[in-house]
């Protein structure tokens, strides 16, 4: 079984800088894609980012492009996100997750980590 972990989460001031990670454990995961996602209190879980694992190409959701960034560690099984200019709206719980090859969804979930900008 495969384990995806997110850390780096807590209380930020509006335009600060926050680092995730997101460690897969378990299993060897091959993924095909990961991704971090985001939902916030009464919304539905959005897209942030995304990442072809073996390509390493990536995509952004229009409201964070310029400001976060995404990288990976291969040998660490490891995704980050890099977010910048923080604002109050990019509160939420953040979730990291893989899609591996033949999935049509992403398939595994890390367990979400909070981020709150205050204003």
């Known amino acids: 079984q495969v384990q995806l972990v997110e850390s780096g989460g807590g209380l930020v001031q509006s335009g600060g800088p926050l680092r995730l990670s997101c460690a897969a454990s378990?299993?060897?995961?091959?993924?095909?894609?990961m991704g971090w996602f985001r939902q916030a209190p009464g919304k539905v879980r959005e897209f942030v980012t995304t990442?072809?694992?073996?390509?390493?190409?990536?995509d952004y959701a229009g409201s964070v492009k310029g400001r976060f960034t995404t990288s990976r560690d291969n040998a660490k099984s490891t995704m980050y996100l890099q977010m910048n200019s923080l604002k109050p709206e990019d509160t939420g719980v953040y979730y990291c997750?893989?899609?591996?090859?033949?999935?049509?969804?992403?398939?595994?979930w890390g367990q979400g980590t909070q981020v709150t900008v205050s204003s």
């Open positions: 997750a893989a899609k591996t090859l033949g999935s049509a969804t992403y398939n595994y």
């Open positions: 378990g299993r060897t995961l091959n993924p095909y894609y």
């Open positions: 990442i072809n694992w073996s390509t390493g190409d990536i």
